[in-house]
């Protein structure tokens, strides 16, 4: 009897944590609105680590996006551009800043009509303070050496 009593909370406390292990892990297909796509249409946006929405991220952390789009036109440069806003825009560094090159999983020219997956990172900044209200982020690709907007999708975030 005491035996029991005794494992089975410390068998609960051990799932628990493997639970929390597992879902930070997770790969989350999120919520997003499309905020002005002229080139493409996104059909799916990944983020990892997020088990909720909106995602949560830990301050001091890297995130992983995947970013799934249908191209209706070709063009020969994708380049990224995101930003918050907290009261104003502010830049967010998104990995690499040309999706052609350094990871990005494209090649350019990107061709019309064609199904392509842009994979990007970013470090969540440590030293601000946590954003415990959603706050909106805008990642925006842009083509045609920046004059045209390729895709643009808005989501909202959290930080601790
Ligand atoms: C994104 O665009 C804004 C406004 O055009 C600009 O101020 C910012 O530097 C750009 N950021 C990147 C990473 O290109
Ligand atoms: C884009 O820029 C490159 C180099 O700056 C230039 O060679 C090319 O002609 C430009 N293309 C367009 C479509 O403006
Ligand atoms: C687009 O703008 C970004 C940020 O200003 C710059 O780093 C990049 O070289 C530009 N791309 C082209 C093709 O001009």
Do not use: K
């Given at each position: 009897m005491l035996t029991i009593?005794?494992?089975?909370?410390?068998?609960?406390?051990?799932s628990s944590l493997?639970?929390?292990?597992?879902?930070?892990?997770?790969?989350?297909?999120?919520?997003f609105q499309d905020c002005g796509s002229e080139g493409s249409r996104v059909s799916q946006v990944r983020i990892t680590p997020c088990s909720s929405d909106p995602c949560v991220f830990?301050?001091?952390t890297k995130l992983h996006a995947e970013v799934d789009f249908l191209t209706t036109r070709a063009s020969p440069t994708a380049d990224i551009n995101a930003t918050i806003t907290i009261f104003y825009p502010m830049a967010v560094p998104i990995l690499p800043a040309n999706a052609c090159v350094g990871g990005g999983g494209l090649s350019c020219p990107l061709a019309a009509n064609t199904l392509y997956t842009f994979t990007g990172h970013a470090q969540v900044l440590r030293s601000p303070p946590p954003l415990y209200l959603p706050v909106p982020m805008i990642a925006r690709m842009y083509g045609d050496n920046n004059s045209t907007v390729i895709f643009c999708i808005k989501f909202n975030?959290?930080?601790r």
């Open positions: 009593s005794y494992v089975v909370p410390q068998i609960a406390i051990l493997l639970c929390t292990v597992t879902v930070w892990a997770q790969t989350r297909p999120i919520m830990v301050r001091g975030l959290e930080t």
